[in-house]
């Protein structure tokens, strides 16, 4: 089993439409989540980032943290066009400041 | 944040040869970090590069292949050796936020090998 799961989709859905995006996780020890988006030829810009769990809301991006389900997610309300990339989530235990990714999720939203 | 650059942006080079890519960050820091994209692939950490100290690689990735150079506080090389086609990949440098555990990652290196 990998440390980190996250459907590669590809995921396609209409202008204003909720996305949910999900990663699962095995190890207990990860503490911080994060959520990266990467557009075609970019490097990942760090989008959400969340200590333990609970909720984040920033804008029309909302990250949620179930750790006891070991379950990360974003929620993109109103979603645009300019949402169109691969979102990768990430997580860490901090000691080590070491990032494990998940594959990342290419959504397209059509205008 | 701070500001990422990556030399060369893509390359293509020959099997056998070496490439060296350059990581340029406009402030101080004190962890730089290289890591693989492959198509399909989850984003690997190759190594972490502190100033003054040799890398740190991870399970699967050798000096040998991967020698890294850490001059400063503002500066990182990756050479890839003795390259092959399984080498073809995006090579991306990040850099630590300040003690924090979120990262920030340049744009990334398009590596082709023939």
């Known amino acids: 089993q990998k440390e980190v799961e996250q459907d590669p989709g590809p995921l396609s859905v209409p202008e204003g439409a909720i996305v949910s995006l ?3 996780y095995s190890n207990s020890a990860f ?4 959520w990266y988006r990467q557009y075609s ?4 810009e760090l989008l959400m980032y969340t200590y333990s769990s609970g909720n984040k809301e920033d804008g029309r991006f909302t990250a949620q ?3 006891s389900s070991k379950y990360i997610s974003l929620f993109i309300r109103d979603s645009q066009p300019s949402d169109s990339a691969t979102y990768l989530c990430a997580m860490s235990g901090g000691s080590n400041y070491k990032l494990t990714f998940g594959k990342g999720t290419l959504l397209t939203v059509n205008p | 944040s701070a500001v990422i650059s990556q030399k060369p942006s893509r390359d293509i080079c020959q099997r056998g040869t070496s490439l060296t890519i350059q990581c340029q960050v406009d402030s101080q ?15 690997t950490l190759i190594a972490t590069a ?3 100290s040799e890398a740190t690689y991870e399970s699967g990735f050798v000096i040998d292949k991967f020698p890294i150079s850490r001059p400063n506080l503002t500066f990182s090389t990756l050479t890839v050796s003795n390259l092959s086609p399984e080498d073809s990949s995006i090579y991306l440098c990040s850099v630590d936020a300040g003690g924090r555990v979120e990262q920030f990652f340049g744009p990334g290196t398009r590596l082709t090998v023939l």
Do not use: H
């Open chain 2, 50 to 52: 502190n100033q003054g």
């Open chain 1, 41 to 44: 030829r970019k490097g990942p």
């Open chain 1, 31 to 34: 503490q911080y989540f994060m």
């Open chain 1, 22 to 24: 999900n990663c699962t």
């Open chain 2, 29 to 43: 820091v004190t962890m730089m970090f290289w890591y693989r994209q492959q198509p399909g692939q989850s984003l």
């Open chain 1, 65 to 67: 943290v179930d750790k």
